[in-house]
Every structure is written in structure tokens, then in C-alpha cells.
């Protein structure tokens, strides 16, 4: 029988990927761990590959396709075997998003677990355990085509109730983030038409519903348009969710750099000896931020649901323009490293973000972000938190300004730090506590080498 | 309207059907002069003489054999036992004859008789006196069962039960007796196999029966102040039971608690959350059914124990809060 090929879940935030390259004609020879074709996701591009010996028997997409999470790409079989004409469609994966999220299945390819497989069947079954429903819950789910096991119970053990599935219902008529700007730009989501699965109301049918036709600008017919997708859209999407969903509180301070600007000169040519790369600023910083983890738990945390998460681990995610885009790469346990290693690592991990070779777990994890724009003529800018984390610092340059010092005016190099933080999960006073103690730490920065 | 009690509703269901129809006779311990452990015949003997009102030895087997016969010959008799308890010697009149003998002779010999007797606790009448084994006797096919909740209901089941060429086995609750409803005097039946909708709700059914109804109804009462909606189903008669009924009211509220006082183990409340289960208020149900019945241990003479082994109103509020998730 002829076997599915799915789009694979490579993160829990993936729900699409583009198809970039078929590698096999329908009618080709498929082996066991043969590339079939490539896909682009939101952080990467990858190889799938097959599972199943056979031939090629259906591609159900064309290059360039945007394909939801296990929708089925293609079919591997006996040559001749009937296989559908069209895709079914992955109808749960809107719903299912969160609970299909089994965690990163990086590598994975061809065939994802059974309960990320979409259906729009009413599938009562997780792995291994029955879903508790009522009688009523499960013919509401029966009626409207609801899959019992994206739903959250209230009844005893988790056991779904009529109001379960009408109050899901109610919510999944919309994507979460579609209802979150709803609700923040006072739009009655009823009114809005929806353009995803079963008329779901996507963030773009909100945004589309809130922009007057009057106002929306003449169409320029020599424009040029790029379409949102893959890395772009990522980047899109993380932003509108991190400014709409996060209360951002921005703090900025100015540092004194002078004597981070001698210890680099002096520690440069013996750590380029040793690792072959340039010390930068950049790393003297996340040396710095990671030393002020023990005293600062709260910037080096996560937000998780009603939960903040004082993370153990302290990994520095590392902000990094590519083309079409920003990716944030993570250095792991920053504050167990040395200059060196940290040089060595963030370089590294720069250049791997850069030419797209980054694996998902170098990608993930980060318990803190730095965005740093000091290479432009940047002084200060408002960095966006990258959620679940709950601060980032931006840097800017460093410039010479006059300052004030014991009363005589002096030309200082100086270099603006800003602290976005997540007032949800902490004040603004521990927050300027930990700015005013990096500051502290930078400009004394001898303390760094201890 | 006219408030008379429980028993006098009874009395005058039994007087009107006497006056009525000549073969109606009563026949049981101690009802003529003395009208009957609870007084229901009480003044009977006066009217209906003691041919009518018939005094009986201390032979429940006797009595339901008697009525048995005479219904045979083309009697109506209405037999009465002190205590529901003592069925239990008159079972091999009830369910090995008068059951089946419509059946076993082709419908060539009826039963017409009632078999009337009190049952249930609350009177401190310890273990031999107290119980509510209903559920033996709606075992058996042929025969019907009746458990009126108010005066109201008793007079007009009554009617209908005497009409009833059948063998009907009437419970009427002990402590129910005392109790005052609304009943119209002039002559009216209510149909076997006719439930009734004792209050009307839409969060979730008590189907109870006999002490049971009032009690729900108290129940329903409280909750209505923490707006909790309870509607209350009363069977009336157990066999023929109303199903439709039921399942309708489950299907509208989606959850349902059944009471009785019998003990819980193979009590009728068994039977109806079966039937519901099979029926199409399945669908609808959106918590388990629950049952509540007494305690499996004799019924203990001590008040307090007694009032704890059988359901009260705040084990039925509790009952529905569970049922709602909000215990």
C-alpha cells in the first residue's frame, strides 16, 4: 500500500514549510534515506528524506508550494498503485499546532509521529491514551468536525465536556494571534472573514479587515513585491506576536568605554593567537550579562503560560542579520566560558547563521538575547524581547562624547545600552538593577577576567 | 383547591372506586375498626361494612393468595400489607401467580388486583420494617409498580391502578402519609406509565421517586440560590416506567442524578440510568449518571443512623454539584 509522505514538524514553531526542490520525478526509484525533496521552514532548509522503499508515485505540490505540517507532500509505493488525485487536506493542524508540538524534530523527515499526523476526522486518540470526553463532547466534536484531542478538558483528569468543545470552537475560529489583535484593535472577529482552514480567521484577514480600502495605497504597478515566507515570515510573525502579546518597557544607559576599549586592545592579538578570531565587543558583553545571571534571575528567564521559568542554563542568544532576515544563534552556558571560548563560539556560530547551516538546537534555547547595531551609526534603539524570554539588550556604537567628570567636561567613548524587558515578568526596578550593574561591570570591566 | 394528606388522598381514591364498582373489596390486617396500621381504611368499615373492609389472620401469604383467587373469579380486591417489608412472603403469590397467570392461560384468566403497602424509612422501624425492595418486585414481568410522591398523584394512580386488570403492586411511602397536597375531590385517574415533570430545569435531571421527589425538590431549591438549575422527573410508576420522558429531560439538561431509597446495589435507580445510557440521551449526557441510594447495611433503628443510611437533601446537593463539576 502506498505510503504518505508528510511535511515533517521540524519545530514547534513551524506550521509550514516551502517546497524548494523535487529530487525525484513521479516514477523515480525511491531508497530508504534518499532525499525526495527539499523544504525551506521557518529557521532552515532541509533535506527530506525518504522512509519507505519504492517508487515516487505522486508529488502532490510544485516548487514553491507554502505546505502546512503534515500535509501530504507525496506518495512512495509499488509502481502502479493508485494513490488520491488530490491531497486530503491537514485540516487539524491549525488547532493542533501547540499539542502537535512534540519538540524538535530535527532531522525527522518523511514520517512524523501518529499524533502529528493532521486529520480532519475526529481522531480521539493521543498516543497511547483514550481522550476523555463525554457522550455530549464527543458529538459536538462528531457535528463540527472538531478534533476531541486539541481540546482542553475542565472535567476530572482532563475530561471534555459540551462546553470544552463549544468554548474551542468558539476560540478556533481564530488563530491565537488573530485574536489577539482582534481584541486589541477592538475588532469583532464575527466580521471578519476567514481565509484559512474551515474560514479560520488568520492574522492577515484581521489586519486586512482593520486597513480601510480608502486607505491602503494605490497599487504602484512597476512595484516590486516579496512575498512574506519562510525566514521573512518567521521573522513577521515572532515580532507582531512579541509587540502585541509582550509589554514592552524599554530602559537605556550610557556607558563609559574606556577601559573595555584597553582590555580588548590588550586580550586581541592573545585570543586571535589562540582561536584565529578577533575579539569583539560583542563577546566582552556576553561575558559580562552572563557573569550578572546569578544576581539578575529574573532577566535570564522565560515566560511560559502563567509560569516565569528561572532558567539554570545561561544562553545567550546572539542576534545576526542574514539575507532576508534575523536569526539568533545561541551561545550555550555563556557564563562558563572564557573570552577565548566565547569568541570562538559566537564567531563561529555568526558564520554558520550566515551561510544558512545552523542545526535547530543551535538555534534554540536561549535564555537571553543581544542585538547589537553598534557597527552602524546606531546610538540607541527599543530591541523587541524574542519571546519566551523575558529581556534583551540592544547595543549601539560606541562614540566619543563630552562628559562630566569630577566637574571638568572630558571626551569620553561612550556607548548606549538599552534594556527591553517583559513587565509581565519583571519590574522596573530589578531591571535597572541589572543595567545599572552592567554598566557598573563594563566600566570597571576588570572584574570580567576574574 | 381542597389540601387534604397523603393517606386521607388514598382513602378517598379507595371509597370513590368502592362506591363505583361493587366487585372493588379491601381485604388485610387489622383494616376495619381499627382502619389499618397507618389509618388509611380508617372509617371505612362504617360505609363499606366489614364484607368490603376485610379483616385478615396474620398471613401475608394468605391475603396476596386470597386476592390472587378472587381477582381470578372476577373480584377486584385490594390487599393491603402493614409493612412492604412482609412482601417477602407474599412473593410467591405475587411474582410466581398473580404475574403470570394472564399469560400462562392465554389471557383466559386476569388479576385485577392491587397490592397496597407502605414502604420506606423515616419511622424509626428498624431493619424489618423500613426497607424498599421495589426492585424485586419490578423484576418480574407482569407485574406493575406504582410509588406515588404526593396526595395528588396517590389518589389518581390509585384509580388507575384498581381499573387496571393487572396485578399492580402500590407503594405508598410511610412518611408521605402526613403530608398535604393539593387533591381535587371529584373522581379523576392518572395513567400508569405517565411521568411527571415536578420542576422544570436546565443544568441537570433528578430523577427520584416516592420521599425522594420532595427531598429533590428541596435540593433544587438551595441550588437555585448558587444558580444551579435542577429539574425534577418523577416516574410515578416504575413499571410501566415513562422512558420517554426521562430521556427527554436528560437530553435537554446532559446530566442526571437518580434517587431512590432503596440501597444502591441492584436498586431500580439502576434500571433507569441503564436505560438511559442505551437510549438516545446518550448523546447529550455530559458527565457520568449518578446514582444515589442507601447505605448496603440493614436500615439501623437509631434516628440519626437511619436518616444517614438513606439520601437526604444535601447528599443530593452534593450529588449534583458533582455532576456540574463544581463539587
Redesign the interface.
Known sequence: MAKEVFMPKLSSTMDEGTLLEWFKEEGDPVEVGEPIFEIMTDKINIEVESYEEGVLLKRNYDVDAEIPVNAVIGYVGEEGEDVPENPPEAGANDSKGAQAGSGEDAGQTGAPAAEERGSDDVQDDTEGEKVRATPAARRVAREENVNLASVQGSGPKGRRHEQDMKDALDSTKATPLAGKIAGDQGVDLAEVEGSGAHGKVRKDDVLQHTTPAAAQSAPDEDAERIKLKGLRKAVADKMVQSTSEIPHVTLTSDVDMTHVIDVRKTLLPIIEKQTGYRVSYTEILIKAVSQLMDAHPRVNASLEGNEIVLNKSVNIGLAVAVEDGLIVPSVKDADKKGLAQLTKVSKTLGQKARDNKLTPDEMTGNTFSISNLGMYAIDSFTPIINPPETAILGVGRIVEKPVVIDGEIEVRPMMALSLSFDHRAIDGAPAAAFLTDLKERLENPYGLLI | MREITYSEAVREALSQEMRKNDDVFILGEDIGVYGGAFGVTRGMIEEFGPDRIRNTPISESGIAGAAVGSALTGMRPIAELQFSDFITIALDQMANQAAKIRYMYGGKGKVPMVLRTPSGSGTGAAAQHSQSLEAWVAHVPGLKVVQPSTGYDAKGLLKAAIDDDNPVIFYEHKTLYGTKSDVPEEQYSIPLGQADIKREGTDVTIVAYAVMVPRALEAAKELEKEGISVEVVDPRTLVPLDKETIVKSVSKT?RVVVAHEAVKRGGYGGEIASMIAESDA??????PIKRLGGAESPIPYNPELEKAHVPQVPDMIKAVKETL?KA
Open positions: 446532559g446518550f448523546d447529550f449526557l455530559d458527565a463539576n
